[in-house]
């Protein structure tokens, strides 16, 4: 059993996951920190499309449900800096949230509550119309003496190379990153290209054996074996 940081941690789901599908990775992590010190931000899939739909506001619903959970641990452990765990589109929000700058005509001040963020696949260079209102945000906004208030590991997977010209997983794997930026023939967790999540200011980690989705069967980030690989930056 690996010695961690005993840190309260916040859970934040991806972009159209919600909150039970990551019961799997608190189970996980409570093998390495007491459960009670492990929440999931109460995320659910409406929140992420709103109804009507919103999706251009997704963000500013996920960021009200994070600020909520983050209280919430800091009125059960005071004085102890919260790590936030995001998951995909998850850390995207996380990072605006951290900014505490109106997005949206929304803001959060985080301020000492929070002292570490863990990003697992969160493309921060993308294209994707609903991303890039985040990551635009975030560019526009980031200064380096934001890494000096938090410190923040991009956590991300090569497992799969995407080729245009190679076996059927390694097409899908090429539309999918094409999805995010120009160049499919890269390495990446499935999903997301790996140099796409690479954040300068912040500690940038490839791992080996992770997938993106959180699906049944699958090693993903959430999983026993996933969470193995990145726990020391915990």
């Known amino acids: 059993m690996k010695a961690v940081p005993q840190n309260p941690v916040v859970i934040i789901p991806g972009v159209l996951f919600w909150d039970s599908l990551y019961d799997v990775m608190k189970d996980a992590l409570a093998l390495y920190i007491p459960k009670e010190k492990i929440a999931i931000a109460p995320v659910s899939l409406v929140d992420w499309i709103g109804f009507p739909p919103s999706p251009e506001k997704s963000t500013n619903r996920v960021m009200k449900a994070v600020d909520g959970a983050v209280r919430n641990m800091e009125r059960k452990f005071p004085g102890e800096p919260i790590t936030l765990v995001a998951h995909s589109g998850g850390g995207s929000v996380a990072m605006v949230y951290l900014l505490e700058k109106p997005f949206q005509g929304d803001v959060y001040t985080a301020g000492k509550r929070v002292g570490k963020l863990i990003t697992l696949g969160t493309p921060f260079h993308t294209h994707e119309y609903y991303a890039k209102i985040k990551t635009d945000f975030i ?40 999805s995010v930026q120009e160049d499919g023939n890269v390495g990446g967790d499935g999903i997301v290209p790996a140099k796409s999540c690479f954040l300068d200011g912040a500690e940038n980690v490839t791992i080996a054996d992770a997938e993106h989705l959180p699906t049944p069967h699958t090693r993903w980030y959430g999983t026993k074996e996933g969470v193995e690989q990145w726990i020391q930056w915990l």
Do not use: M, P
Not at 149 to 163: C, M, Q, T
């Open 139 to 178: 560019f526009k906004h980031l200064q380096a003496d934001f890494f000096r208030r938090y410190l923040v590991i991009s956590v991300v997977s090569d497992k799969y190379h995407g080729n245009s010209e190679g076996s059927f997983v390694a097409k899908l794997c090429y539309k999918f990153y094409q």
